[in-house]
């Protein structure tokens, strides 16, 4: 997989990131926060990368420099080969790169489903006749379609968040990042969610890059990305860094059939390395 | 259920007013109301009574559910009265000991109880068929000349269109901190004023740390989704008027006329 990405071009380009706030202290005065040091990052078109770590690891300001909410302190961010400073530009940057926020409440301006997917639409002023076309597909193609005269507020947590990312979707992204979109759904939405996301990626080419803190979510990804107060501790495939002991010491679980597969060589067991998935598990049980 | 709570008083029937272009009913209120200002005589309160009960007719809305929004206006309704009948000067009809009441005080009395009723039930019948969203979106369409003057209609119409939104999840929101406050013994049926008014206080705090937090995050979110300004924006349900618009502006210019020429007489 890795090879026949790399025939590709670079969509994002990340090149000695630094970004950092001033904040007061408890005693009034300006301390300078470093959020994110030295990051160098490239990711490729149809690349479906995840982004790991904990709280406070930097990992949603990484997600808000890439379409230029946060503007980077040092370093450049390119996203298709613009520049997240150039203020001109950074309308085509956000078109083109979508992002799903944690909480589905928080991100839904509209009081009706379908008003809420031509939000974006409407913003980057795509005629009537077109919108019409492009929302009525998004919500099938998302299975919202019986909901789209609805309030959002009558919809289930996973439906809400299904909605966020139908509307980014619309715009016809290249990118779509999704910070923590699952962090508020319960298991069943969470996995039919995840699903969609593949599905994007694989069916439209749609680059994915998943912050997340289910480690199941991220045996999905072609790569993954372990970040730690502010740096990255290292980029490798998912196989690779659940084969690697670094995950446990920046506060990782592993996910469950790893778990087993690890618990079982300790007593003497000799399962195979390969093991990711609950599915390999059993086959090489 | 809270969050079923509907905002405003739609009232969800189908019927030919509430299927008419909210941009139509917002201007036929405002012609209406003024032309109600101009009725000097009973005729013409008479005509406006008629059209109104035509329109009530129309919306589909049972009468009853439209009076009892009259309610809460009593208490002006019988101050307006007693001012105006035993404060205007003219001929005596009827008086014991300090009370007079005159014929014009009677007139005037009764004429303003006519046009304040009329007034309320007109309007009332706007909000009672027309959704919210589509009244933020009316008043967006019909104050757009504003924009001369450089107020951001628009964002304002937006603004409402937002609060409506986040109406029912503040509500659900202070229903989940007073269910938390009460579980650390906050009181909220005390019998005292003052201690009622206090344990309100552990609600507001964090609703509005709340409400400013969401309010962050929905900006970031809008402007992730390219918003700049709500100017140049295209919409998805554009506002067109229809045929029915049309018939509804034109019956709406007989009454003017018809106010009109029993005014002159």
């Known amino acids: 997989?890795?090879?026949?990405?790399?025939?590709?071009?670079?969509?994002?380009?990340?090149?000695?990131?630094?970004?950092?706030?001033?904040?007061?202290?408890?005693?009034?005065?300006?301390?300078n926060e470093i959020i994110l040091k030295d990051i160098n990052l490239s990711v490729k078109k149809g690349e479906f990368l995840c982004l790991i770590g904990r709280n406070g690891s930097g990992k949603s300001t990484l997600a808000k420099i890439l379409n230029g909410i946060n503007l980077p302190t040092s370093?450049?961010?390119?996203?298709?080969?613009?520049?997240?400073?150039?203020?001109?530009?950074?309308?085509?940057?956000?078109?083109?790169l979508g992002i799903v926020f944690q909480n589905p409440d928080n991100q839904i301006v509209s009081s009706i489903v379908e008003e809420e997917i031509a939000f974006g639409l409407e913003n980057i002023q795509v005629e009537t006749s077109e919108m019409r076309k492009r929302v009525d597909y998004v919500l099938k193609y998302m299975g919202l379609y019986k909901y789209k005269k609805q309030s959002p507020n009558k919809l289930s947590g996973g439906q809400k968040q299904k909605l966020a990312l139908a509307s980014v979707v619309a715009m016809l992204p290249q990118i779509i990042v999704l910070d923590e979109p699952t962090a508020?759904?319960?298991?069943?939405?969470?996995?039919?969610?995840?699903?969609?996301?593949?599905?994007?990626?694989?069916?439209?080419?749609?680059?994915?890059?998943?912050?997340?803190?289910?480690?199941?979510?991220?045996?999905?990804?072609d790569r993954v990305v372990l970040l730690d107060k502010g740096e990255i501790k290292k980029i490798a495939t998912?196989?690779?860094?659940?084969?690697?002991?670094?995950?446990?010491?920046?506060?990782?679980?592993?996910?469950?059939?790893?778990?087993?597969?690890?618990?079982?060589?300790?007593?003497?067991?000799?399962?195979?390395?390969n093991v990711i998935t609950t599915d390999d598990l059993i086959y090489a049980l | 259920m809270i969050r079923d709570i509907t905002i405003g008083q739609y009232y969800n029937v189908e019927s030919k007013l509430h299927s008419l272009d909210p941009r139509m009913k917002l201007n036929a209120v405002l012609v209406f109301i003024i032309s109600v200002f101009f009725i000097k005589s009973y005729v013409g309160y008479f005509i406006a009574s008629l059209f109104l009960l035509f329109c009530i007719k129309l919306s589909n809305v049972p009468i009853r559910y439209?009076?009892?929004?009259?309610?809460?206006i009593v208490f002006l309704l019988f101050l307006s009265v007693f001012l105006n009948l035993f404060f205007t000067e003219g001929r005596?009809?009827?008086s014991y000991s300090f009370f007079v009441i005159t014929y014009e005080g009677l007139d005037v009395a009764v004429k303003m109880m006519l046009r304040l009723i009329i007034l309320i039930l007109f309007s009332s019948l706007l909000t009672l068929t027309t959704t919210p969203m589509e009244l933020t979106d009316g008043i967006d369409y019909n104050l757009s000349f504003f924009k001369i003057f450089k107020i951001p209609v628009s964002d304002i119409a937006l603004m409402m269109s937002i609060a409506l939104r986040f109406i029912p999840i503040l509500i659900e929101e202070v229903d989940k901190i007073m269910k938390a406050q009460i579980s650390r013994g906050v009181r909220f049926d005390d019998k005292n004023l003052i201690k009622k008014v206090k344990a309100y206080i552990p609600i507001l705090v964090p609703i509005f740390v709340s409400a400013f937090r969401r309010s962050n995050d929905l900006a970031i979110a809008m402007e992730s989704r390219c918003y700049i300004d709500s100017d140049n924006r295209t919409k998805l349900n554009p506002l067109a008027y229809k045929k029915s618009d049309y018939l509804a502006y034109s019956f709406l210019f007989v009454y003017l006329i018809t106010i009109i020429l029993v005014c002159r007489l």
């Open chain 1, 1 to 31: 997989m890795d090879n026949s990405l790399n025939s590709q071009e670079n969509i994002i380009e990340i090149n000695n990131l630094n970004f950092s706030i001033n904040i007061f202290d408890d005693d009034e005065n300006i301390k």
């Open chain 2, 66 to 72: 439209i009076v009892r929004g009259l309610k809460s």
């Open chain 2, 92 to 94: 005596v009809l009827f």
């Open chain 1, 238 to 273: 998912p196989k690779e860094i659940f084969t690697d002991s670094i995950l446990e010491k920046y506060g990782m679980t592993f996910p469950f059939p790893i778990r087993v597969k690890n618990k079982l060589n300790q007593f003497g067991y000799n399962i195979n390395n």
């Open chain 1, 184 to 221: 508020m759904l319960d298991p069943k939405a969470r996995k039919e969610f995840i699903d969609l996301i593949i599905k994007l990626n694989r069916e439209k080419n749609i680059t994915i890059i998943l912050i997340t803190h289910f480690m199941e979510e991220v045996i999905f990804a």
């Open chain 1, 75 to 96: 370093g450049t961010v390119k996203v298709m080969s613009i520049s997240t400073t150039d203020e001109k530009k950074i309308i085509d940057i956000r078109k083109n």
